[in-house]
């Protein structure tokens, strides 16, 4: 089992800035992949970023807006949110993939006011 905790979601004027955090715990395997997803009302639930081995890919809507990173020794994944956009409203969730399954964290609300 793994155990993920979103934080710094909020209120914020367009134009501001919001870090969102993922902390991850319980579990014996390592986690390969970390991600966030968010979804507004009436939308279905989308990509934001992800990182893997490496990798990096973010959505073509929020690319060089925000930034995806992870702390290991803290088991935590970020997501800087530069430049919001009223458009960004949405419940943010967190993901983590190890080798044999896939969880999700419990969502975190982000309003961006115009």
């Known amino acids: 089992q793994v155990q993920l905790v979103e934080s710094g979601g909020g209120l914020v004027q367009a134009g501001g800035s919001l870090r969102l955090s993922c902390a991850a715990s319980g579990s014996r395997f390592s986690i390969n992949a970390m991600g966030w997803y968010r979804q507004a009302p009436g939308k279905q639930r989308e990509l934001v970023a992800t990182m893997s081995s490496g990798s990096i890919n973010y959505s073509d809507s929020v690319k060089e807006r925000f930034t995806i990173s992870r702390d290991n020794a803290k088991n935590t994944m970020y997501l800087q949110m530069n430049s919001l956009k009223p458009e960004d409203t949405a419940v943010y969730y967190c993901?983590?993939?190890?080798?044999?399954?896939?969880?999700w964290g419990q969502g975190t609300q982000v309003t961006v006011s115009s």
């Open positions: 993901n983590a993939a190890t080798k044999w399954r896939t969880y």
